[in-house]
């Protein structure tokens, strides 16, 4: 019978394969920047409303400036301070796993509009690379970022809303909204903001193909 039941849900199932470029912003205070991306999914209907998916996510590395204080390490150092500029470039790659819902329409609507949420897990590589506008001895100050370049990584709970519309055959646009929230964090000494960061947030348009 599981068998059998198994077996069914298998062949009633159908799948698809999207792509689409994004406008990407990360949110995150004194890390924020406007770029681009493009995501790669690829999903699984398991019935017309629900099914798992699978997306992999990369963006063009965002450019950010902070105003930043180095702070001499002895009390006889002077100036005491010294005040630069850091020019950062984050290049951000990320791999999610998560559930698909419509809540209006489905995966195979051909007639109408549908209204999808989506909610998954995922993890984020990224690189940062920092660059002093000002030469700073780090024997005698102290600064709040390193200066050169490194690669962390974090976990994110991603969350997603979308809407879409078939326009020829199984050939469907969509739109999406969606964010990764870090739900991790591994301080960085080459990052300004290590809390909750980074905070992505993208507006993505799109192509999907299923197949039966």
Partial sequence: MLLLIHTTAFTQSTFSIATDISAVRNQKT???????????????????????YMWV???????????????????????????????ARMNLKQVSIGWKHYFKGGSTTDDNWSFYGMAGFGIIGGRVSNSFQTAIDTSLYTVPVINGSTRFKRLTADLGLGWEIPISGDLIIYNELTAWVPASDYPSKYLVANDKAPMIVSLHLGLRIYFD
């Fill in 57 to 87: 996510s990369y963006i063009i590395a965002g450019k950010f400036k902070n105003l930043l204080a180095a702070e001499a390490i002895s009390p006889s150092t002077s100036p005491s301070t010294i005040a630069f500029i850091n020019k």
């Fill in 30 to 52: 004194n890390q924020q920047f406007w770029t681009a991306g493009n995501t790669i999914k690829g999903e699984i209907h398991l019935t017309k409303k629900d099914g798992p």
